[in-house]
Nanobody, 118 residues
Framework: QVQLVESGGGLVQAGGSLRLSCAAS????????MGWYRQAPGKQREWVAT???????NYVDSVKGRFTISRDNAKNTVYLQMNSLKPEDTAVYYC????????????WGQGTQVTVSA
């Protein structure tokens, strides 16, 4: 069984910062790519950022230059540093961890609420 435990969400004013964490534990054969997604009320879940096991990163355009994804492979933990937050960043943030297996499996965190006030 695999568990992803997220932390770090909360309420912040526009322009502020938050740091999300997601720790994976349990029966993961080999942790591959790790990422963050978000879902705002009434909208579909959207991809935010991904980091490979080797450290390569990608971001959705709307967060480039403001968010930084990182990981600690020894701890199977992924982070999302969010700076210069905007009200449109308000959403439930979910971490995603891929077990490279084989077989390949994707796991999701429970979600953490991020609310940015104007």
């Amino acid at each position: 069984q695999v568990q992803l435990v997220e932390s770090g969400g909360g309420l912040v004013q526009a322009g502020g910062s938050l740091r999300l964490s997601c720790a994976a534990s349990g029966s993961i054969f080999r942790v591959g790519a790790m990422g963050w997604y978000r879902q705002a009320p009434g909208k579909q879940r959207e991809w935010v950022a991904t980091i490979t096991r080797g450290g390569s990163t990608n971001y959705v355009d709307s967060v480039k230059g403001r968010f930084t994804i990182s990981r600690d492979n020894a701890k199977n933990t992924v982070y999302l540093q969010m700076n210069s937050l905007k009200p449109e960043d308000t959403a439930v943030y979910y971490c995603n961890v891929r077990d490279s297996g084989p077989p390949i499996r994707d796991y999701w965190g429970q979600g953490t609420q991020v609310t940015v006030s104007a």
